[in-house]
């Protein structure tokens, strides 16, 4: 065998780190380049949200919000504290319409109809609620003081769909959903 010049020796030597660099680039470089380039999306996606969100308020703002509401929230408390929360029997109902009936006469109002609407499902307050079309004719003056009436007794009561037209004369038609 013949002995290798120079330059074929510098020619092995160049073609081993060729291939060196090619397996190391392949292997190690490329594998590390695709893991640094998912590292900096995603962490270009967190500044984003970061950046999107907004700022933070003071504390001292946050601090007088919370007690506002805390105030909002004992006056409702204060409000509802008699207030009876059930809807119930037959016997219960009948005599609430006949504690409102007393409620609309004292207002000056007239019943023209009151029509049952069945039971009424209420996810806030998760009450089952009887439902009433009551129809009024009178002013709007005592309608008002129905509501404060309304407003006033112990026992849970919600009016809805409330509805004002022109009637006869200086009366009005009104009508709305009565939940007892």
């Known amino acids: ?12 030597m160049a073609a081993i ?3 060196c660099t090619f397996f190391y680039m392949k292997k190690v470089y490329e594998p590390q380049e695709k893991e640094f380039k998912k590292t900096v999306a995603a962490l270009n996606k967190v500044v984003g949200e970061v950046n999107g969100l907004k700022q933070i308020p003071p504390l001292i703002q946050v601090k007088h919000e919370l007690e506002n509401a805390k105030k909002d929230l004992e006056e409702v408390n204060k409000r509802l504290k008699g207030t009876l929360m059930h809807t119930g029997e037959a016997r219960e109902v009948t005599h609430m319409l ?3 009936n007393e ?5 000056g109002l007239k019943v023209v109809s009151l029509t049952p609407g069945g039971r009424k499902s209420d996810t806030l307050l998760q009450l089952e609620w ?4 009551l129809s009024l004719s009178g002013s709007f003056h005592g309608f008002l003081q ?3 009436s309304l407003r006033n007794m112990p026992d849970a009561i919600r009016v809805d769909e ?5 009637g006869n004369g200086e009366f009005l038609e009104i009508t709305f959903n009565l939940m007892i």
């Open 98 to 100: 006949r504690q409102i």
């Open 1 to 12: 065998m013949k002995k290798l010049s120079q330059f074929e020796k510098y020619g092995i």
């Open 103 to 107: 409620h609309v006469a004292a207002s």
């Open 162 to 166: 409330v509805a004002l037209t022109a």
């Open 146 to 148: 129905l509501l404060e």
């Open 17 to 19: 780190i060729i291939a």
């Open 130 to 133: 009887n439902l009433f079309q």
